[in-house]
């Protein structure tokens, strides 16, 4: 899920890191030092996350996790996935520094904005609601992702419309398969450790 | 797991002060990101290959890294030279090669490939700690850098946890298929290493108040800048220089 170095526009890239420094403000603000340690090993628990595949039909994708990192983290999504995000440019050359506004921004918005939409369902009465909120956590955080990654290529250039739409199209069956795991895992998290659903609260 | 592939080495750029390779990379980066021209990015390109060329890295493991990284620049030669508005080159049947489409392409493919040469060959040769404290010394926000920090140092611990519960799966015979059973199996998986690192976190904040930890992060090194960064400094800045001045200047150099 990511754009890597040299393809986006100046004023695409511009916009990104602008946004995601808003972003990034709204998730230290306010971080007391014992969250630090807390939202810093959780997002190396994401990043390992992210090297797990797992098979979808004849090929096998990678996990994203966005959404469930929103529902966990809140705000402070921002400055875990910027952080992850750091170390995969940086280890691996995935993705890149240039683009690290852009792409952070295009997965920490959806996993905020799943964070506000469905954490009063994950953390409600109803098992089986809670597993629909976590399904629709992954589901979405995954489409609206791929969504703004789309939205950054066109905006940059109308010649990217069509590696844009291929782009969205192959992020459909990774969407389900976000939904389920995420859908389970919510199930788990509030049979075993119910506090971490609750960690900014 | 191994993470930093290429940071242990005697080059130069192993040697040099991590505050200057963050501000060069960063400087190269958006110097390149933003030009448009081809003489500028043709220099970067071959700037940057020579920079890599110095840093004396393993060459089998850098053509893994940069095919890699080339692959989607690869997706994009598959769209670009047809779907970008412009002059027709060559048509086969209902496919029209046009001449802006492929400049766009190529003036991809020469951006990626040198900010991801010079992101190799100058952050790729510090350690992860070693930019941290860079960063420090830069003024990035220390909650950020403290972050940064602890996700990193327990990377491969909880990368070690996932290989341990991965095998307790695999001995129980689970293997992983496309169904439901699969999927549960795996965010079961998935969430224990939440678990695990959610109760790894408060040891190690009670570890540190045991120690006295009041919220600051004291750096107890200094870097020193030497003559050979200052050289690697006016050598750096030159070369952002020459990118910008041939892709913004007015006269052709």
Redesign the interface.
Known sequence: MH??????S?PV?AGGAALTAAG?AAG?KG?K??K??????????F???S??H????PVSVH?V?NGLNGL?LGWAAF??I???L??Q?????FG???TLGVNTFNMAAPAVLCYFLFRPLVRGRSPAWAWAGGFATGFLSVGLGAALIGLSLALT???????AG?AFAAHLPVML?EG??????VS??RK??P??LG?TS | MHLEVFALGDSTWHRTDPRVKLLGTAGFAVAVATATRFTPLVFALALAAATLWTARLDRRKLWIRLAAVNGFVLFLWLFLPFTTPGEALAQWGWLTVRREGLELAAAITLKTNAIIMVTIALLGTSTIFDLVHGLVHLRVPRRLVQLFFFCFRYITVIHEEYVRLRSSMRIRCFHPRTSIHTYRSMAYLVAMLFVRSYERSERIYQAMVLRGFSGTFWTLNHFHMHRRDWALSAGIATAVGLVLALQWGRSVL
């Open positions: 754009i890597s170095e040299g393809v986006l100046a890239l990034l230290l971080m030092p014992e630090v340690p807390q939202v810093a090993v959780l997002s190396s628990a990043f390992v996350a090297l797990i797992v098979p979808a039909g996990l996790l966990i400055p875990s910027f952080v992850a750091t170390l440019a940086l280890l691996f050359q890149g520094l240039t250039g109308e010649a990217f419309l069509e590696a291929v398969i389920l795991l995420s859908g389970f895992c788990f998290l075993v450790k506090e971490i960690v």
